[in-house]
Each structure stands twice: as structure tokens, then as C-alpha cells.
T-cell receptor, first 111, second 113 residues
Framework: GESVGLHLPTLSVQEGDNSIINCAYS??????FIWYKQESGKGPQFIID?????DKRQGQRVTVLLNKTVKHLSLQIAATQPGDSAVYFC??????????FGAGTRLTVKP | DGGITQSPKYLFRKEGQNVTLSCEQN?????MYWYRQDPGQGLRLIYY???????QKGDIAEGYSVSREKKESFPLTVTSAQKNPTAFYLC????????????FGDGTRLSIL
């Protein structure tokens, strides 16, 4: 079946470097995507979203890129800080607000 | 501050017991959701409600029940029929309509005694 997935389960970066977290999706009908950040013992926190009619969207220190041709979504975090350490996962709307969630990538920021 | 409140944060269930997880939101959102999160897996939808007094089963509804008597409240009952209830349970809400982000509470961790 079609599902949301991630290329890497873990990512370790040096403080101050840029981080890139990837997500592959296979449902070509998905029209809306979200990135969430989840810290240990807490609920997911909305970071940024993008609709399928866009290929890039920027927020504060974060950028989401959408490549519909290869069904790929990425989250870029600029100047990564220790407080960015968390699990990041993507979600896709496959229709009628039916969201499908990836398992996540654990980002660790080394001081 | 507007948000979603889940309680309790930790819950223990004895065999054969039903337990109820609370979820309250003051965001004035019409839609509410319950998800189950297991290690290494994406969130799985248990139940959702798009409007008061109406709810639908998600992908893993067996062994769970919900009610939606008020817009701001969407409690989840884990019944004794749910044989593997140990998990992290997340409640979410969203504005009704296509392409709206879901906002989450901080979860309830349920364990078996």
C-alpha cells in the first residue's frame, strides 16, 4: 500500500550546521503536507506546512521543499541548535483530512 | 493560552478494566482525533469526530470507544477488549476543512499493571 516514509531514521549534526530531513511519499493524490517536531514525552508540535501547488515554503530557520516529480519532501533547518534535538516526522493529507504520518527521524545536535 | 489538554499524563490499567483518557480543547475546533503512537511507528488513527455527536472509526478502532457530547471534549475509553493497550495516546484537533493542520496535546502514556 501507499504510505509515508523517511529515508533516515537518525541524523546527527554539529551545532550551527544546517540539517536536512527527508521524507518520501507514494500517494500522488496527496495535496497537503506537514512537518512536526516531537520532543521526548510530549505531543507533536506543528513546524511548517506546504500545499501541493507550491514547491518551497520558508519559516523561521526552516524551509520545506516539495518535489512532486519524485514524491519527495524535505525539511531544512538552518543553524541547528541543541534545542532542535527531537524526532521530526512528516504527514500527508491523502484526502478528506485523512492524514498519514511517517515514523520519524531522530535529530541529535552535538555541541 | 488556547490549546489541547490531555489527562492524565500517565495511566495504569489492570487486566479487565476499562480506562478513560481525557482530551479538552479551547481552540474552538470542530474536528478532533485520537491517535496511538508505538515506538518506531507513525501515528495510527483510532477515532475521529468532525462535529458534535458524530464520530467515525479510524484504522485501529477495535477495543476503543469515544463520545463527543461537547465541542471541546473528546474522551477515549480503552476497553478490556483492547489486548495490547500499552502505548502513547495523542489527541488532536483541527479547523474543519481541507488542508488544515492538526494540533496535538501532550499525550497520555498508558501502561498495564
Amino acid at each position: 500500500g501507499e504510505s509515508v516514509g523517511l529515508h533516515l531514521p537518525t541524523l546527527s549534526v554539529q551545532e550551527g550546521d544546517n540539517s536536512i530531513i527527508n521524507c518520501a511519499y507514494s500517494n500522488s493524490a496527496s495535496d497537503y503536507f506537514i512537518w512536526y517536531k516531537q520532543e521526548s514525552g510530549k505531543g507533536p508540535q506543528f513546524i511548517i506546512d506546504i500545499r501541493s501547488n507550491m514547491d518551497k515554503r520558508q519559516g523561521q530557520r526552516v524551509t520545506v521543499l516539495l518535489n512532486k516529480t519524485v514524491k519527495h519532501l524535505s525539511l531544512q533547518i538552518a543553524a541547528t541548535q541543541p534545542g532542535d534535538s527531537a524526532v521530526y516526522f512528516c504527514a500527508e493529507n491523502i484526502g478528506n483530512n485523512d492524514m498519514r504520518f511517517g515514523a520519524g527521524t531522530r535529530l541529535t545536535v552535538k555541541p | 493560552d488556547g490549546g489541547i489538554t490531555q489527562s492524565p499524563k500517565y495511566l495504569f490499567r489492570k487486566e479487565g478494566q476499562n480506562v478513560t483518557l481525557s482530551c479538552e480543547q479551547n481552540l474552538n475546533h470542530d474536528a478532533m482525533y485520537w491517535y496511538r503512537q508505538d515506538p518506531g511507528q507513525g501515528l495510527r488513527l483510532i477515532y475521529y469526530s468532525q462535529i458534535v455527536n458524530d464520530f467515525q472509526k479510524g484504522d485501529i478502532a477495535e477495543g476503543y470507544s469515544v463520545s463527543r457530547e461537547k465541542k471541546e471534549s473528546f474522551p477515549l475509553t480503552v476497553t478490556s477488549a483492547q489486548k495490547n493497550p500499552t502505548a502513547f495516546y495523542l489527541c488532536a484537533s483541527s479547523i474543519q476543512g481541507l488542508g488544515q493542520p492538526q494540533h496535538f496535546g501532550d499525550g497520555t502514556r498508558l501502561s498495564i499493571l
